[in-house]
């Protein structure tokens, strides 16, 4: 990855890539499918959230049948820790204060045992004693 600064014909070039139908629809049906509004705390909407994630390029492993789903749990664990100091002003009104907030918030679901379980299928998380994982670093 390069460390250099893109200038704004590079950013403008890298935008045109996700401004198609796919990525819009997809987040139609995601606000869709989740009315009134994204509830983390239900598992229908974090079961929708993970493909959602996937579709948008990340790739989060899916369990296979009869493994815990990390990325459920994490999730779960995350908006109960989270969820009521998130701000609720829209992303042009947020203050320095609350962007400050939402980059640990931010943080803390990438770095959460739930999302780096699910990088190794949660095979650190049944070692013996906390040791590093090569996938997900230390184990909790």
Known sequence: MSSEVP?????????TL??????DQSWLRLVENTK???DLSRAEHRALLLPWLNSWGCRIRYPREGEPAPFDTGMS??????????????LAQLS????DL???????????????????????????RPRPCSRCGPTP
């Open 36 to 38: 009134p509004g994204m």
């Open 77 to 90: 664990d995350w908006w109960s820790t989270w969820h009521a100091a998130l701000p609720a002003v829209s």
């Open 7 to 15: 200038d704004l014909a590079a950013l403008r070039r890298a935008a």
């Open 96 to 99: 320095d204060d609350d962007i």
């Open 102 to 128: 939402l980059a640990e918030a931010y943080a803390g679901a990438g770095g959460g045992q739930g999302v780096r379980w699910a990088r190794c299928g949660g095979r650190c998380a049944r070692r013996p």
């Open 18 to 23: 996700y401004d198609g139908p796919t990525f």
